[in-house]
């Protein structure tokens, strides 16, 4: 049953294994060298796949409201961006555009002077962390600042954020302001960079939300017309943003492994593949709908994962600890869903026995 769901991605990890295997014996000629690079390889994979089941989640809650065309543009079209632009072009182009070199000899820089190539892209951090938790920070808070909102985990706080969602652009003041905090606890130039990157990040998801809107507008009034509406577009593009943000701690955070871009591309890649059969995975089985708080416990650790982000312009924080938090949130709101499941069906099994009663006992009560 569940092979129908990673029958593909198991197959993309054979390919990117055999592909790690005759790219280590090429390099090295020892069959050590090799072993272990492919170690790195699966490392890096199961590090992909637990930091981003949050995305895997997600991304189901707004994969599960387009149809199964786009479901399977972002599960394949989709891929190429996740793989070749995001663990390929992106870092080349970080590496390219910081240190004023062309394509070509950023990846000559990355393939043989992998030291240098690493601290680059390090150079960069304070950027990525601004954009990427910026964008990540707009998603999390988006979907709790929502005024229609009724069902809510974390009650206490939930029920207070969609009140204050009727304020406009409230989650906007108060993502700007955390930016300026943090931008006070930089150097001035570190500082700016921070900045304009964290609005940068901002003005990204206004952006995907205007398009989303846009489209969303033009499927409405074909409807009205009668017309076949079949358009995914703007999910898809919100998909892809999203996973992009995903990617930019993971990809940073490769490093600790391994400094070979081709390591490091294979390994997130078969994790990426992973994460999207995930997605797939809990629209078709309708995993979000039959457990009421998952979805919250996802988004929880977007603000999180962004909060993060964010803080890692000034402060060290390793991706273990980013990764357990994010499966605690997701634990306890899968714990919490079975619960209230658990009391819902107690409840009708009560309802059943005493309607039974009544109908056994007609004219007397039961207590």
Request: charge should be neutral.
């Amino acid at each position: 049953m569940l092979m129908k769901f990673y029958k593909g991605s198991i197959l993309f990890t054979l390919a990117c294994l055999a592909l790690g295997a005759w790219y280590g014996w090429s390099q090295s000629g020892s069959l050590a060298a090799t072993a272990s690079m492919l170690w790195i390889i699966v490392v890096l994979s199961i590090l992909e796949i637990s930091l981003s089941f949050d995305n895997a989640v997600v991304n189901a809650a707004v994969l599960k409201d387009m149809d199964e065309v786009w479901q399977r543009r972002f599960l394949t079209w989709g891929m190429i961006f996740a793989v070749f632009g995001m663990r390929i072009v992106f870092p080349l182009a970080i590496v390219a555009i910081a240190a004023g070199l062309g394509p070509v000899e950023a990846l000559t820089l990355s393939l043989n002077n992998p030291e240098q190539y690493e601290a680059i892209v390090s150079s960069a951090h304070i950027g990525i962390a601004g954009f990427g938790g910026a964008f990540l920070a707009m998603v999390g808070l988006s979907f709790f600042f929502d005024g229609e909102k009724d069902v809510h985990w974390l009650r206490w706080i939930e029920a207070k954020l969609s009140v204050v969602s009727n304020i406009k652009a409230a989650e906007i003041a108060l993502l700007l302001l955390v930016l300026y905090l943090i931008s006070r606890l930089l150097p001035t130039e570190d500082a700016l960079t921070f900045m304009v990157s964290g609005t940068l990040g901002l003005v990204c998801f206004i952006a995907v939300e205007a398009i989303s809107t846009i489209l969303e507008l033009r499927d409405e009034a074909m409807k009205v017309n009668g017309a076949i509406v079949r358009s995914g577009l703007g999910g898809f593009l919100y998909l892809n943003v999203l996973d992009a943000s995903f990617s930019f701690d993971g990809v940073i955070g490769a490093f600790a492994l391994s400094n070979n871009m081709v390591v490091i591309a294979l390994g997130l890649s078969v994790g990426a593949m992973f994460v999207r059969s995930m997605t797939i995975h809990l629209v078709r089985e309708g995993t979000l709908a039959e457990y009421r708080y998952l979805e919250h416990g996802a988004f929880w650790a977007i603000i999180v994962l962004g909060a993060i982000m964010l803080l890692s312009a000034k402060f060290h924080i390793p991706e273990t600890i980013t990764g357990l938090i994010g499966a605690i949130l997701i634990g306890l709101s899968l714990w919490w869903s079975v619960r209230h499941n658990r009391r819902l069906e107690t409840k009708h099994r009560s309802d059943a026995a005493k309607k039974a009663a009544s109908k056994r006992s007609p004219g007397k009560s039961v207590s």
